[in-house]
């Protein structure tokens, strides 16, 4: 029953930035592990970013330093700021409960990063 929508994709310029937002429904949210995933053609998802019920963050080691996932529980958002984007960042970005709360995989947003 618990599902996400995420918006905010488009193209980008190689170095350019972006934020994705992610909105969540249900009242349970402020308990739920939340993660960023992206899968590029041809590849397998992957989780990019997460971000834990009380905040403590974690990343993979291809958008360290890059990336920054936030939450507020409040508005039930979950939001991805992403800077000095790599043609390697292209996919289609998800968001998802890691565990509890894992809802079924929606559209996605297309990021492109192409000069």
């Known amino acids: 029953q618990v599902q996400f929508v995420e918006s905010g994709g488009g193209l980008v310029q190689p170095g350019g930035s972006l934020t994705l937002s992610c909105a969540a429904s249900?009242?349970?949210?402020?308990?739920?592990?939340m993660g960023w995933y992206r899968q590029a053609p041809g590849k397998w998802r992957e989780l990019a970013a997460s971000?834990?019920?009380?905040?403590?963050?974690n990343y993979a080691d291809s958008v360290k330093g890059r990336f920054t996932i936030s939450r507020d529980n409040a508005k039930n958002m979950v939001y991805l700021q992403m800077k000095s984007l790599k043609p390697e960042d292209t996919a289609v970005y998800y968001c998802n409960a890691l565990t509890v709360g894992r809802g079924s995989w929606g559209q996605g947003t297309q990021v492109t990063v192409s000069s």
């Open positions: 971000i834990s019920s009380f905040g403590t963050t």
């Open positions: 249900g009242s349970g949210f402020s308990d739920y592990f």
